[in-house]
């Protein structure tokens, strides 16, 4: 329901009857661990509340039928330990503005081929989120303004990587620039 404003942990852990989309009301301000754990019957998207601060530990762990572009909301300062692990249908990531800690966080996330920051501060601890070896985007999307911070700290987890700065606020990949040093 819209009114909707927590999750407790492992609410709906297991719940592979649960199918379709994964939509949460932007009312939510709180989900707890292993909230959607193993639900593998979700085989749409998932669109995730913009009052959400924090993604905890292993929230959808194992949810491998969700599909597309994952979009962190802005509003979402912290990502907890394989929050995402084993998502093999989702292909695109962009994390929102807001985002200052992450962790390990896509593990066995191996489709994925694209992903944006568009917070102008590197994260905490961004080396745990490519230190994965089954995720391991080709294309990283970064602000221009903080380019040179975000190479010195991708290039050393993606070295093959293209990792783009790109100039437009908010940060909206509508086509394909430049790499900056390509």
């Not at 909301?73 to 998502?87: K, L, T």
């Not at 294309?139 to 987890?157: H, K, L, N």
Request: aromatic content about 10%; glycine content about 8%.
């Amino acid at each position: 329901p819209a009114s909707l404003q927590s999750i407790g942990c492992r609410s709906f852990a297991g719940c592979d009857d649960l199918t379709g989309d994964l939509i949460l009301p932007n009312s939510l301000v709180s989900l707890g661990d292993y909230a959607f754990s193993n639900c593998s019957g979700l085989d749409g998207v998932l669109v995730l509340s913009e009052s959400l601060r924090t993604i905890p530990e292993a929230a959808f762990y194992e949810c491998s039928g969700i599909c597309g572009e994952i979009r962190i909301p802005d509003s979402v300062e912290s990502i907890v330990y394989n929050a995402f692990c084993h998502m093999p249908n989702v292909t695109s990531i962009v994390l929102g503005s807001g985002l200052r800690e992450v962790d390990d966080i896509f593990p066995r996330c191996s489709n994925v081929a694209k992903v944006t920051f568009r917070g102008t501060s590197v994260p905490d601890a961004v080396a745990y989120l490519f230190g994965n070896s089954y995720f391991k985007p080709t294309t990283v999307y970064v602000p221009e303004s903080a380019y040179d911070a975000y190479e010195a700290a991708i290039r050393p987890c993606l070295p093959d990587a293209q990792i783009i700065g790109v100039s437009a606020e908010p940060l909206q990949i509508t086509e394909q620039p430049q790499d900056r040093y390509g």
